[in-house]
């Protein structure tokens, strides 16, 4: 027999993108599961046809494949359609669970530990630390695996034990037509074991709250807006499972002299009209130490100069960027008789 189109099948145009996909499946899936439609073997069959067809069509590589040699071109790459109930489960739970409230749960538990929440910490730094980079040391507070009971939430000496209900799978099974769903187990609430002498100090939970001093290492070349994550800085997870992660999301001070774009910086350096005119060598302001900067002859307002390597170092990379030097030519006030004279002396010269 010969195969649908697998974009007919789902009813979507051949340019639809992933979620229009999801949209459309998700729908088809609502009106002709098997278990709304006792018996409808042709409800049954476009469960499956659409099954087939979102699996192939959400996959980048087996679309490519279909839509330039179609249902022959997968054939050959060994792709055999639809297996089964447990195939359609195990590849769209997340679809299930919206449209029907329950996944593929045969072979899977939901009695796995929550890993720890991540954290977030808002630090300010100043212009040349962001610069150059630093090590400092922030305060939090977070939970943490419980001094007493090391995170199992049994009382010390004492230790979890195994659901009766669930038998430790953390869900009650309850068969439904072709499918075996499962519900969260109401005497465990899902952990799959229960704790008979809960741990004083943390009350069963396995945390405990604690302000903890955390070293912090910021490389040189940061600006606001950057992250930085520590591993396993966040919260504890539940009964041993793995810690959260911590984000320090950095601020960076204005600076009174420098402005950044960035790696380069630049500043506003005055000269004096003599200096402007005849040239001079001058010494400007840089993020470690004075340098020597050389102003040529006749320069006017406006003017840039560069010294090179003076700028932010790159954060990802060898080298600095530059320091750019705009400099405005001060026009000279409260000139004395001579100065006037001497100034008067030259506009005559140079208008001849």
């Known amino acids: 027999m010969t195969k649908k189109d697998y974009y007919e099948v789902l009813g979507v145009e ?6 229009e996909l999801k949209k459309n499946y998700r729908r088809i899936a609502m009106q002709c599961h098997p278990d709304r439609n006792p018996g409808d073997k042709k409800a049954e069959e476009r469960f499956k046809e659409a099954a087939e067809a979102y699996e192939v069509l959400t996959d980048k590589q087996k679309r490519e494949i279909y839509d330039h040699y179609g249902h022959e071109g997968l054939t050959n790459t060994g792709f055999q359609g639809f297996s089964g109930f447990e195939d359609v489960f195990s590849h769209f739970s997340d679809i299930f669970e919206e449209a029907f409230g329950f996944g593929n749960t045969r072979g899977r538990s939901r009695s796995q530990a ?34 007493d009971c090391h995170g199992t939430g049994a009382a010390p000496g004492s230790s979890p034990e195994t659901c009766r209900t669930c038998q430790g799978r953390g869900q009650v ?34 945390k405990e709250k604690v302000k903890k001093n955390v070293q912090l290492k910021i490389p040189a070349g940061v600006e606001t807006g950057s ?13 041993g499972a793995p810690n959260g992660d911590l984000y320090v999301f950095l601020t960076v001070e204005e600076h009174d002299f420098f402005v950044r774009s960035e790696n380069d910086i630049h500043c506003r ?10 040239g001079a060598t001058i010494e400007v302001p840089t993020l470690e130490e004075k340098e020597k900067l050389k102003i040529p002859k006749g320069i006017q307002s ?7 390597g003076k700028g ?12 750019i030097i705009e400099i405005f030519v001060q026009t000279p006030v409260n000139l004395n008789k001579k100065q006037e004279e001497l100034l008067r002396e030259l506009e005559k010269i140079s208008t001849k």
């Open 14 to 19: 051949r340019t639809a993108s992933d979620e």
């Open 114 to 147: 929550r890993a720890g929440a991540d954290l977030r910490y808002d630090l300010k730094i100043s212009f040349l630390d962001a610069a150059f980079g630093l090590t400092t040391a922030i305060d939090l507070e977070k939970l943490v695996s419980c001094r």
């Open 173 to 206: 099974i309850q068969s439904s037509g072709f499918f075996t769903i499962s519900s969260t187990c109401p005497h465990c609430g899902g952990h799959g074991r229960f704790i008979p002498k809960p741990c004083n100090r943390c009350h069963g939970q396995g």
């Open 227 to 239: 992250r930085l994550r520590l591993r396993g800085e966040g919260e504890a997870g539940d009964h």
């Open 269 to 278: 350096i005055p000269v004096s009209f003599t200096q402007a005119a005849l």
């Open 302 to 308: 406006g003017s840039t100069l560069r010294l090179k």
């Open 312 to 323: 932010i170092p790159h954060l990802r990379g060898y080298g600095r960027g530059d320091q």
